[in-house]
């Protein structure tokens, strides 16, 4: 938990961080399905490289709680919503829908309840959630590059999200100006996913929900720079909480 205080109060909140597409993990009884693939599973497609670490990290420096998945998207998208057309892969999709549901029953639903049962017992305690969703995204896609470093998406509807992304990339280019930071880029932060559902079910007053989306190309890069940026990260995000009180 973090403690701010501004000319409005003093407020507590709760960090809960989550990692959707945190590895390429095919479970056993589905292992034939994915025989042949071990090139895709290993792709941006298979899961979101880095998004793991950066969870972890982001946890342990918040004190916040963890809640993470190593199932590779490619048997099921946690991050998407049932009955999205990218829930299941071109593999899975062709499952008879008592596998599909019996996959959802193990995998999908344990997790979001687990993450949305979180998120209210901290509301519950008088607490306002903070949710990083940590994930990563290819350099390029479908042949066009991604001009950015980092992207923080958010819903524009929502102050305290955009308040709280504003001042986080205010203090990443104050410590970091070499690091290019985009809101809502490459992707809507209004589009469907974990932080959409939950902000249907909690206020915004109680529920800010961030995905944070680090460029793979960075992990290229001399380990020592990959370690660089998450420090750079968690340090701008702790300042930008001290500095505001997301409304």
């Known amino acids: 938990m973090y403690l701010n205080t501004s000319a409005e109060g003093a407020s507590i909140h709760s960090f809960i961080i ?7 993990r095919i479970p056993a009884p589905y292992d034939s399905l994915f025989r042949d693939e071990q090139v895709l599973l290993d792709s941006h497609r298979g899961y979101d490289p880095g998004a793991l670490l950066m969870a972890q990290e982001l946890a342990a420096a918040f004190d ?14 946690l991050n998407r919503s049932i009955g999205h057309p990218t829930l299941f892969s ?3 999709r062709r499952l008879p829908p008592p596998v599909r549901e019996q996959i959802l029953a193990q995998y999908y639903r344990p997790y979001r309840e687990q ?8 509301v519950s305690e008088g607490q306002r959630v903070i949710h990083i969703s940590s994930h990563s995204f290819t350099p390029e896609l479908d042949g066009k590059v991604r001009h950015a470093d980092v992207g923080l998406l958010y819903h524009p509807a929502r102050q305290g999200e955009v308040e709280l992304c504003a001042q986080w990339q205010a203090c ?9 930071v985009r809101r809502n880029y490459p992707y809507a ?3 469907d996913g974990l932080t959409a559902h939950l902000r249907l079910r909690f206020a915004a007053s109680d529920y800010i929900g961030i995905e944070l989306e680090i460029n793979q190309g960075l992990l290229q890069s001399a380990a020592a720079h990959w370690a660089a940026l998450r420090s750079l990260l968690m340090d701008s995000l702790r300042t930008a909480c001290a500095l505001r009180n997301p409304s």
């Open 18 to 24: 989550t990692c959707e597409h945190g590895g390429n």
């Open 172 to 180: 990443l280019a104050e410590i970091a100006p070499g690091v290019r």
């Open 115 to 122: 993450v949305e049962r979180l998120v209210a017992q901290a």
């Open 90 to 92: 071109s593999t899975t």
């Open 189 to 191: 932060g209004k589009g």
């Open 64 to 77: 916040g709680k963890l809640v993470t998945s190593t199932v590779s998207r490619l048997l099921v998208d």
